[in-house]
């Protein structure tokens, strides 16, 4: 099992920025995925970025290049998801995630681990 505990989240005004933080614990042997997802009220969630452990090789969802990065600490137990300019179509709920990766990198089945998420609402 692996053990994700998001912190990080909260209000700000639009254009504003917000570093979310990701505490990653457990057995995480061949889980060398992490990743971040959002999920709005009412929509489906929706992938935002990716990171291998090995590599440190980031990847991102069309939504997310140019504003969002991800990051990770050099031990990988933390990642992290620096958000700018942010508006109110960015207000969710951010999820942390892990896993061995499937078929496409931001795949969300790719991902078996998850964490309870952190929130982050952008008004004015």
């Known amino acids: 099992q692996v053990q994700l505990a998001e912190s990080g989240g909260g209000s700000v005004q639009p254009g504003g920025s917000l570093t979310l933080s990701c505490e990653v614990s457990?057995?995480?042997?061949?889980?060398?995925?992490r990743g971040w997802f959002r999920q709005a009220p009412g929509k489906e969630r929706e992938a935002i970025a990716a990171?291998?452990?090995?590599?440190?090789?980031?990847y991102y969802a069309d939504s997310a290049k140019g504003r969002f990065t991800i990051a990770q600490a050099n031990a990988r137990d933390k990642v992290y998801l620096h958000l700018n300019r942010l508006t109110s179509e960015d207000t969710a709920m951010y999820y942390c995630?892990?896993?061995?990766?499937?078929?496409?990198?931001?795949?969300?089945?790719?991902?078996?681990?998850w964490g309870q998420g952190t929130q982050v609402t952008v008004s004015s």
């Open positions: 995630a892990a896993g061995p990766g499937g078929s496409h990198i931001l795949e969300k089945e790719g991902f078996k681990f």
């Open positions: 457990g057995n995480t042997y061949g889980n060398n995925l």
């Open positions: 990171i291998y452990t090995d590599s440190d090789s980031p």
